[in-house]
T-cell receptor, first 112, second 110 residues
Framework: SQTIHQWPATLVQPVGSPLSLECTVE??????LYWYRQAAGRGLQLLFY??????ISSEVPQNLSASRPQDRQFILSSKKLLLSDSGFYLC???????????FGPGTRLTVT | QKEVEQNSGPLSVPEGAIASLNCTYS??????FFWYRQYSGKSPELIMF????GDKEDGRFTAQLNKASQYVSLLIRDSQPSDSATYLC??????????FGTGTSLTVIP
């Protein structure tokens, strides 16, 4: 069966510090991968999605970037965090045209 | 801008009752529709998906889709306190782009 991992689970970072969040998927090949952010009391905002290694599409201009160095690894990064970057970061995967997305456990980021 | 609209609630129902959650979407070309359950502090969990007009039943859950009215709903029969959560509606368009509603908060009262 498929499993998706995210780490760390929680993170507290000062403004201006760098960020690296990692997501890995097990049990499937060639997944579509997604990064979402959910601010407190808000809906899910799609940040990036990837259909393959090195293929990244950005949905929202911001100080975040994403990379996919391996088929089942997706990384979200920032060089300098802003207060507005606080939120619940979710990685998701899907396979094929069905569109069913499955979410990882998430990383709760607080920028202080 | 494609939109998915949900009543934010909160929706309260007594235990054993039917909970009805509604969602409308703006893109008439949308093809696939999903319901996620999100407990407080947790990530969303896929509970239902529907692609064709009509009803789809899975246990206590029924998803209903009406593409002409651009409307999708989720019915939860015999509601339990463990069903208390936020329910997110998601729509996938013809370009395989996902759009989420902001969710409806459901509380099942024992």
């Amino acid at each position: 069966s498929q499993t998706i991992h995210q780490w760390p689970a929680t993170l507290v970072q000062p403004v201006g510090s760098p960020l690296s969040l990692e997501c890995t998927v097990e049990g499937t090949s060639n997944p579509n991968l997604y990064w979402y952010r959910q601010a407190a009391g808000r809906g899910l905002q799609l940040l990036f999605y990837s259909v393959g290694i090195g293929q990244i599409s950005s949905e929202v201009p911001q100080n975040l970037s994403a990379s996919r160095p391996q088929d089942r690894q997706f990384i979200l990064s920032s060089k300098k965090l802003l207060l507005s970057d606080s939120g619940f970061y979710l990685c998701a995967w899907s396979v094929g045209p069905s569109g069913q997305q499955y979410f990882g456990p998430g990383t709760r980021l607080t920028v202080t | 801008q494609k939109e998915v609209e949900q009543n934010s609630g909160p929706l309260s129902v007594p235990e054993g009752a039917i909970a009805s959650l509604n969602c409308t979407y703006s893109d008439r070309g949308s093809q696939s529709f999903f319901w996620y359950r999100q407990y407080s502090g947790k990530s969303p969990e896929l509970i239902m998906f529907i692609y064709s007009n009509g009803d789809k039943e899975d246990g206590r859950f029924t998803a209903q889709l009406n593409k002409a009215s651009q409307y999708v709903s989720l019915l939860i029969r015999d509601s339990q306190p463990s069903d208390s959560a936020t329910y997110l509606c998601a729509v996938m368009d013809t370009g395989n782009q996902f759009y989420f509603g902001t969710g409806t908060s459901l509380t099942v009262i024992p």
